[in-house]
């Protein structure tokens, strides 16, 4: 069945960093690959997106690449601030709707 | 503002006491789902529907029950909560096709005593 694989947790960062979290995927068929952000206390919020192989999806300084040769979407961002901590989460949906995460990554970004 | 909207956010309550969490829509999504999200468990998908009076189960459904009467309303029902039920609850929903991401809930966090 189709599964989403992304890198275990907790990544810390210092402000300014280089974030890389990776997401790799297994699915029949031309899935659209999601990451979702979860702040403390809230439910998860849709960051970015990417609908077909070489797609890539960007929102508030972060980036993602759908690359179907890897089958991967590592999301990306070039300056982290002490804001962007909270919890990431790698998905895919599928041509029966259905949408699958993966574990979640928590960021945590100190001063 | 387009939003889903769960009440209630916090719940308190009792092994077999029946309970209804309740989920509502704006965006005239056809498609509405609930998770549970447990500590190393991620986000297990309970129930989801297609549309109006079309439902089915998800990954866990055991011990938990929807209904879709209206599209913008898809409540979750447990007729006879127990301890391991205790979680937090999302309900989510999108336009249907491969390319919608979900818009989430805030959240329901049920405790079972």
New interface residues.
């Given amino acids: 069945g189709n599964s989403v694989t992304q890198m275990e947790g907790p990544v810390t960062l210092s402000e300014e960093a280089f974030l890389t979290i990776n997401c790799t995927y297994t699915a029949t068929g031309?899935?659209?690959l999601?990451w979702?952000v979860q702040y403390p206390g809230?439910?998860?919020?849709?960051l970015l997106?990417a609908?077909k192989a070489d797609d890539k999806g960007s929102n508030k300084g972060f980036e993602a690449t759908y690359r179907k040769e890897t089958t991967s979407f590592h999301l990306e961002k070039g300056s982290v601030q002490v804001s962007d901590s909270a919890v990431y989460?790698c998905a895919l949906?599928?041509?029966n709707?259905?949408?699958r995460?993966?574990?979640?990554t928590r960021l945590t970004v100190k001063p | 503002e387009a939003q889903?909207t769960q009440n209630p956010r916090y719940l308190i309550t009792v092994t077999g006491k029946k309970l209804t969490v309740t989920c509502s829509q704006n965006m005239n999504h056809e498609?509405m789902?609930w998770y549970r999200q447990d500590p190393g468990l991620?986000?297990r998908?309970i129930y989801?529907s297609?549309n109006v009076e079309v439902t089915d189960k998800g990954d866990v459904p055991e011990g938990y029950k929807v209904s879709r009467k209206e599209k913008r309303n898809f409540p979750l029902i447990l007729e006879s909560p127990s301890p391991n039920q205790t979680s937090l609850y999302?309900c989510?929903s999108s336009l249907?096709?491969?390319?919608?991401?979900?818009?989430?809930?805030?959240?329901t966090r049920l405790t079972v005593v």
Wanted: glycine share 20%; proline share 2%.
């Fill in positions: 031309y899935p659209s999601f979702y809230e439910g998860l919020q849709l997106k609908t989460f949906r599928s041509n709707n259905d949408m995460f993966g574990a979640g | 889903v498609y789902s991620g986000l998908q989801y297609m999302f989510a249907t096709g491969t390319g919608h991401g979900y818009t989430f809930g805030s959240g």
